[in-house]
């Protein structure tokens, strides 16, 4: 066991691409805790999706020894915490595990919403914050304006906010020496009972799950009896040890200290990050605070790209599973798209990562349908219902009111796009702006509360556009609140067609029918006949397009040396047609099940 | 020899690849390359080709072609050699139709005059469309004027004249449409041909339009100047014989006809393409191979009769009189009432005075009525 005195348990805040992994990758470098041979950049990111988007999901810790100039030698575990609002209960469960965060700003972006979110995050808990500015190497570095921000939004003295340059290795061993002087070693409480919080958890196809967990008291050790204790469930340790960042087995984990165990537990689902683990012999009273079952905040239908691969998606998705405990799937059966499965995401990015780990990971071609978000409905019968699919929504002669998740939306913008950034919310998507700050000389913080669903759609983007890529976000949950909503169907050649129907805010149902049918009628190709395309809600046509019939499809020539290559052609058009889903007698292709997220990609 | 029947003696047509070009056209997918600095070689290697054939020398021989590339665009000499060997080769030689297929820019008087005293009895003149700016933007070397230079100038040496055209490259409009209408009502060929543009991948056209540098006509404007055409062909005495090939009364291609029977054919030369019986073969796509090795294949297959029978529907159905049900008979008994069967109520086909052919609709969405048949499951 290592003198707690000597340990330093610290996590990082960063927005994406400021830095944080190749500050890690240098640290790990300077410290030589890690074999040149092993090293790869960005060595802590270790799905490729991650490493190729260049953001962080599953946080991962890594443990250093540090030789300070005082003589000591430190433990230092840095965890590494996923840097994207999606993913914010995880950081901050991440963050109960520290005592100390690198707040870590890139010169030549200045801070960003997310950071002041997690760094506000940071101050809950209690967290000594050390501002770092990176990149300092840059040409348009502007150190002292991005100075000023974390003033502002820290209090701290110019003086204590260091420079860096990850990538040129600037200032490493200053930052190494201010983590042993200003973070506090862990505290050891008067407490012999287990209490070890669960920060992250990891699948492994030979071991099972593999739980990082940080002891705050008591010790685990091969053998143990350890409960969840959130389930109940119990398991025996099989083993203990440390990141090094390669799992390196260890006697026991005692406390202060942060490390893995693994226990037979089957999937991480079971290990949820922010409960705690206790032993079952001897268990804790209490389990250490902000544990929350997290939900998720989307949901969309997902199917095989080919009717007959449903039993590998499913396959794909428990999979998938094992090392996703935000993720939720079931079975859904679509007149339109057949059988496949109405799965939740914590946000966007949760999505597009899961539909990229299916594509890539598992060979599997998927149509996604528009995401939305969980309804509320409330019955003239009394009974409340969930809705996580617009196409089981009520009939509406039985709905007495509807209710959808609202968020406290922040927006950190530089002061001349303020005018824009109000618009955008308060004018096109039903926010409402009930408090401005400001945060370094020439930037404000907008704080707003909006629906979800305006916000997963088509805001992100519009939201850059309108601040010609300046402004950032943040929003977390906040409650349902009662809402004049309504379900528009889309028939496609007077066929309703399920996969395509949505739920929006009645005084935006004529715009937003009108241009899905518009988009639709882009989207879908052209046939020997007329198709039109309407869209319905409240028992009425609200808007129509068509699409004209095609005039001609001809095989235009064809003669001796060609009859093989030319059947192949049309082999291979038959075979693309495959992807199409018929709906009556109209092929409609893939993206347009997505046609309600490409409305209003023109606008920009 | 003329005038005798060989009763007992295999018939074939004969196909030659020339696969050399000036320079290529951005829609072109067949076989050339710009340039002709190993003809030499490869006609060369096109003798030793002809020389060796089985078929050729226990046949017969109904037509010749000579295709491209650009046949006008090599040394006629080699025209006339290869056809001498053709001639030497066979069994019996005495076509009935011998084309070759130029250009404007490397049509003149001589070439013409020597075509026409080697035997050659048919002309196919790629003309695709009466239009500067239009064939400027497809990669054509010539203009419209020298394309009706080149057309009047064959009219008076030849009594069988194909003129090509295409519809629907980058920047044509109706306006081209009725230029080349002029075109054809000035000229008076005996055939035409009007092919809608079709954008394959392997060509600079699809990488164009890929990359928004270039664009085509609507898909409605591409159909209405197609049935213009159409159109105008009929009202100056053509008859619409295959989905894009029009002739006066007696003038259809019977070498063209060979292909969409289905009949015994063979190709010389790279990328040509044979049928013998149930045998098909496609020769190396590649010129150097060729050269290397003559007898390289891309492609053979001994079709099994669902095979044999799919390609003959997949290309006899192009005939707008499409085929005989007894003749089909004859040879697909058993698979014959399988297909009936199949497209029977499909509007894209029609079964009438003994024939299945396309219908109306079915000559407009061709490539639909082809995917059905190549879908087909008949093994």
């Not at chain 1, 520290?98 to 997310?114: F, P, R, T, W, Y």
């Not at chain 1, 204590?160 to 200053?174: D, F, H, P, Q, T």
């Not at chain 2, 005495?94 to 005293?117: A, H, Q």
């Not at chain 2, 008859?239 to 010389?268: Q, T």
Request: proline share 4%; net charge negative.
């Amino acid at each position: 066991m290592y003198d707690p005195k000597l340990i330093r348990n610290i996590c990082i805040i960063a927005h994406i691409d400021h830095g944080k992994t190749t500050l890690i990758d240098r640290i790990l470098e300077c410290t030589k805790s890690v074999d040149q041979r092993q090293m790869k950049d960005q060595f802590l990111d270790m799905m490729d999706i991650e490493r190729e988007r260049g953001i962080t999901i599953k946080a991962q810790p890594v443990k250093i020894y540090y030789k300070a100039k005082d003589g000591n030698v430190y433990e230092i575990n840095i965890i590494d915490t996923p840097g994207h609002v999606d993913f914010s209960y995880e950081v901050g469960r991440s963050m109960a595990a520290c005592e100390g965060a690198i707040l870590l700003v890139d010169a030549s972006q200045g801070v960003e919403a997310q950071t002041v979110a997690h760094t506000y995050l940071a101050i809950e808990n209690d967290l000594e914050i050390i501002p770092v500015i990176n990149k300092i190497d840059l040409p348009n570095a502007n150190i002292e304006e991005t100075s000023l921000q974390i003033i502002d939004l820290l209090g701290v003295d110019e003086e204590e906010i260091l420079k860096v340059s990850a990538k040129e290795g600037v200032g490493i061993e200053n930052l190494l020496e201010a983590i042993v002087d200003r973070v506090p070693p862990p505290e050891i409480k008067d407490e012999n009972r287990l209490a070890a919080l669960i920060f992250d958890a990891r699948y492994d196809k030979y071991r099972g799950v593999v739980v990082s967990v940080r002891v705050f008291s008591g010790t685990v050790k091969r053998g143990d009896k350890i409960i969840t204790m959130s389930n109940g469930s119990a398991y025996e340790v099989d083993e203990v040890g440390y990141f090094t960042p390669f799992m390196k087995p260890g006697e026991v984990l005692s406390a202060g200290e942060v490390g893995y165990i693994i226990a037979g537990i089957k999937e991480v689902s079971q290990a949820r990050v922010g409960d705690t683990i206790t032993l079952q012999s001897d268990p804790i009273d209490e389990p250490l605070p902000g544990y929350k079952d997290i939900k998720p905040m989307v949901y969309a239908g997902m199917y095989p790209g080919l009717p007959d691969y449903y039993q590998e998606l499913r396959k794909a998705l428990e999979k998938l599973k094992l090392n996703d405990s935000a993720l939720t799937f079931e079975p859904d059966n679509s007149p339109a798209l057949g059988f496949g499965f109405r799965v939740g995401f914590l946000g966007l990015l949760h999505m597009d990562v899961v539909r990229e780990r299916i594509e890539r990971e598992f060979g599997l071609a998927v149509i996604l349908t528009a995401p939305n978000v969980m309804y509320k409905v409330k019955l003239k019968n009394g009974e409340t219902v969930e809705i996580t699919n617009p196409a089981k929504f009520p009939e509406e002669d039985k709905i007495e009111e509807i209710y959808e998740p609202f968020v406290d939306l922040s927006i950190i913008t530089p002061g001349e796009y303020m005018g824009n950034m109000i618009n955008l919310v308060q004018v096109e998507k039903r926010g409402i702006l009930y408090t401005t700050e400001n945060a370094g000389k020439d930037r404000v913080i907008l704080k707003f509360e909006a629906p979800l669903a305006e916000i997963i759609f088509d805001f992100f983007d519009r939201m850059k556009a309108l601040s010609r890529g300046y402004a950032s976000m943040d929003y977390e949950f906040l409650e349902y609140r009662k809402s004049d909503l309504v379900k528009v169907t889309i028939l496609v050649n007077k066929e309703p067609v399920d996969a395509l129907a949505f739920i929006v805010h009645k005084s935006k149902a004529y715009t937003m029918a009108r241009k899905v049918v518009e988009k639709l009628k882009d989207l879908i190709p052209r046939h020997q006949f007329q198709i039109p395309i309407q869209a319905k809600a409240g028992g009425r046509i609200i808007a129509r397009s068509d699409i004209k019939a095609l005039r001609k499809d001809v095989l235009a020539k064809c003669y001796g040396g060609d009859v093989t290559r030319k059947m192949k052609l049309l082999e291979k058009q038959k075979e693309g047609k495959k992807k199409l889903r018929e709906i009556g007698n109209v092929r409609i292709p893939q993206e347009a099940f997505l046609a309600l997220l490409k409305v209003g990609e023109e606008e920009e | 020899m003329g005038g005798y029947l060989y009763p007992f003696m295999n018939e074939v047509y004969v196909y030659i690849h020339i696969p050399f070009c000036e320079k290529k056209c951005i829609y072109c997918d067949f076989l050339s390359i710009a340039g002709k600095s190993i003809e030499k070689e490869y006609f060369q290697s096109l003798t030793r080709d002809i020389e060796s054939s089985d078929i050729l020398k226990s046949s017969v021989v109904k037509t010749v072609y000579f295709g491209g590339g650009t046949p006008s665009y090599v040394d006629e000499r080699y025209i006339e050699k290869t056809l001498n060997t053709v001639a030497k080769t066979s069994k019996a030689f005495n076509p009935e139709e011998i084309t070759i297929e130029l250009n404007p820019e490397s049509t003149d008087k001589n070439k013409i005059s020597f075509y026409r005293s080697i035997g050659v009895n048919r002309a196919s003149l790629g003309v695709q469309a009466m239009d500067d700016v239009v064939l400027n933007i497809s990669g054509r070397i010539h203009d419209a004027a020298q394309a009706q230079r080149a057309a009047s100038l064959l009219r008076k040496s030849f009594d069988n004249l194909n003129l090509d055209f295409i519809v629907g490259l980058p920047k044509s409009s109706m306006k081209t449409v009725k230029e080349n209408l002029k075109l054809i009502e000035k000229v008076n060929p005996d055939h035409v041909s009007v092919y809608m543009l079709e954008v394959h991948k392997e060509t600079p056209l699809f990488s164009l339009l890929k990359r928004g540098k270039i664009r085509l006509p609507s898909d409605d404007e591409m159909a209405e100047m197609f049935d213009f055409m159409m159109e105008g062909l009929k009202g100056l005495g053509f008859e619409r014989y295959e989905i894009s090939n029009f002739a006066k009364e007696g003038k259809r291609s019977l070498h063209n006809l060979s292909y969409w029977l289905s009949k015994d054919y063979i190709g010389f030369g790279a990328s040509a393409g044979g049928h013998v019986g149930n045998y098909r073969y496609v020769k190396t796509l590649n010129i150097k191979e060729y050269i290397e090795n003559p007898f390289a294949l891309s492609y053979e297959n001994h079709n099994t009769d669902c095979e044999e029978f799919k390609e003959t529907l997949f290309m006899g159905l192009r005939l707008i009189e499409g085929l005989s049900i007894k003749d089909l008979e004859k040879r697909f008994s058993n698979l014959l009432e399988g297909f009936l069967m199949y497209i029977s109520g499909d509007e894209l086909f029609s079964i009438e005075d003994g024939r299945v052919k396309l219908s109306t609709i079915g000559l407009d969405f061709s490539s639909i009525a082809f995917e059905k048949i190549v879908g087909w499951n008949c093994e």
